[in-house]
């Protein structure tokens, strides 16, 4: 506990953490943070503080799962205790919080790169994102939302393959799709649906 006079009488140490860290996720793009080497220079420097320090750049302007951050702190040495220690007071505080993270991933992800649930699952966990967490974030997913994607990605790769047949243009579509982690069948509507409009269409406008 420390002693403030403006919050009147002692405050606990995370309050610290949490000043901090709205400092570090609202600031400024052109700032640079100070080289790797200056964080750890000099004999003087505690451990803790340097943790902190890793963490904080770490979640400026960007979200990250738990994993990611022990993983990087203990790439840097830090001491397991110390890592443990700093990334449960973080989620006490709200700075890290692999629900809100993976709901966010998976939302931003298949909005940016058209990756259907499966695949998104697969990253998740490579996060280190629990299964049942990222169920949960999977499930607030609109399946017409993961549809209207399928579909965006097919309507973009057809404009490339103009010089195809068919045959070729559909296996290559469905394995994109599949890469994406879409189901087979989704995948195999989509594209024939998308291929007969495209056969429907005058030829000046294909």
């Known amino acids: 506990m420390t002693s403030d006079p403006w919050l009147g ?98 939302s931003s992800r298949q909005s940016s790169k058209g990756l259907a649930r499966r695949a998104l699952a697969q990253e998740l966990r490579r996060k280190g994102i629990a299964d049942e967490v990222a169920r949960e974030a999977l499930d607030e997913l609109d399946p017409a939302d993961e549809e209207a994607a399928a579909r965006s990605l097919v309507q973009r790769k057809l404009r490339t393959m103009s010089r195809l047949d068919d045959t070729t243009k559909a296996r290559r579509l469905v394995g994109m799709l599949a890469r994406k982690g879409y189901p087979p069948g989704l995948a195999m509507r989509i594209v024939r649906a998308e291929l007969s409009e495209l056969a429907d269409m005058p030829e000046s406008e294909a």
């Open 9 to 106: 009488g002692d405050v606990p140490e995370w309050v610290g953490d949490v000043t901090l860290g709205v400092d570090a996720w609202t600031r400024r793009e052109t700032e640079v943070a100070p080289p790797e080497d200056e964080v750890t220079r000099g004999p003087e420097a505690e451990p803790e503080s340097v943790a902190r320090k890793i963490l904080l750049d770490q979640l400026t302007g960007q979200a990250r799962s738990r994993k990611e951050l022990a993983d990087r702190l203990a790439k840097r040495n830090v001491p397991e205790e110390i890592a443990t220690r700093l990334l449960d007071r973080f989620e006490e505080v709200g700075l890290v919080d692999d629900e809100a993270f993976a709901k966010l991933w998976a």
